[in-house]
């Protein structure tokens, strides 16, 4: 049974074929979120880029998230710049859109427009812990850090995000509040830390460069940018992502699109 199973799941994945209107959507979904990239000047108070990269993920799943984000940090570098950068840029956003995907559930285009808050108390209430404990820690083994804002809030906030998706029982509701908490906490830990480490990488001549005091410097430094990078986010899924997104799930009816999980 178990065998027979497998072969018919098996066939059923090989008889999805991805369709020609998936492909162009997955390109047009990859140009606005370049061109919005590109048209959020750093002075600006919303980074459209990345919050189409969240939408994105909301919209079409996790597997075509990740596509979209990769796909348009290498299109945007284009304009921007290319180079080794890059790789870790669209490791980045790849992850975000795949994450959004994977937390929260499919827009409902038909129900009412609530804001469930009790679904936020647990992934929000982990982090704000975990900030707190490496608060704590700071001040008993500081280190050699001269002030808390470094690795540490990269560190135990990734912790501290990782329990609260653990602690969902249930995927997060799409709406305003929500999505501008997930996108300032998701960007800020995974975006900020992972481009710090990999700053590190990039910056280094040789294998000596690469200690704890390099990669400390480097998240102190690189707080006060992530924190603002975070914001910007937040500001625009909140102002433009639940429209959006009711937008999309629209095109997908009409088009017959599918959410691939």
Known sequence: MPVESALRLRGKARSRRIKAREVVMIAVMSAITVMGNLLSFPILPIQAGTG????????FGPVVGAI??????????FFTGQGIWT???????????SISGLIFAKRDIEAPRSRDFKVLIGPVSSVLVMEVVAYI?????????????????????????????LTLRKRMPADDITLSVFAFIVVFVLYGGIMNLGTMFMSSMSA?????????ALYVTGAPFDL???????????????TILVKLERVKIKYGFYRIR
Request: with cysteine.
């Open 52 to 59: 189409m990269v969240i939408i994105s993920g909301i919209a």
């Open 208 to 216: 000596a460069d690469l200690s704890v005091d390099a990669l400390r």
């Open 87 to 97: 790789i870790w840029q669209m490791l980045c956003w790849g992850l975000i859109g």
């Open 68 to 77: 979209i984000g990769m796909l348009s940090r290498l299109i945007a570098n």
């Open 137 to 165: 820690s700071y001040l008993i083994w500081p280190a050699g850090d001269n002030t808390f804002l470094g690795w540490r809030l990269y560190a135990f906030g990734l912790a501290g995000f990782i329990i609260g998706g």
């Open 228 to 242: 603002w990078h975070a914001f910007r986010t937040a500001v625009f899924v909140f102002i433009f992502g639940d």
